[in-house]
């Protein structure tokens, strides 16, 4: 069982930053990969950033590629966002998925990311 917790959402201006936390708890955290999605209102819950199956490299969505980087540290992982556009609004969540495994099975409960001016 894991347990995510997201903070640092907001209210920024479009070219301005956030950068979003993502908690994690459990007695086997280590062995799950993190990966950060968004939905925005009326539109399915999209993939933004993530590590590969073997967790040594990152993916990124086209949308984001250049402007977000996510990492982790142990038990947290970050992702910082910059050059924030209106279309970046939107709930993020953070996920989980066991190494080497395709799905997310545990999911944070969302931080709001609103860009506007």
């Known amino acids: 069982q894991v347990q995510l917790v997201e903070s640092g959402g907001g209210l920024v201006q479009p070219g301005g930053s956030l950068r979003l936390s993502c908690a994690m708890s459990g007695r086997t955290v280590a062995s799950y990969l993190v990966g950060w999605f968004r939905q925005a209102p009326g539109k399915e819950r999209e993939f933004v950033a993530g590590?590969?199956?073997?967790?040594?490299d990152t993916v990124y969505a086209d949308s984001v590629k250049g402007r977000f980087t996510i990492s982790r540290d142990n038990a947290k992982s970050t992702l910082q966002m910059k050059s924030l556009k209106p279309e970046d609004t939107a709930v993020y969540y953070c996920?989980?998925?066991?190494?080497?495994?395709?799905?997310?099975?545990?999911w944070g409960q969302g931080t709001q990311v609103t860009v506007s001016s």
């Open positions: 996920g989980a998925r066991y190494t080497g495994a395709n799905d997310y099975g545990y």
């Open positions: 590590f590969r199956r073997t967790g040594a």
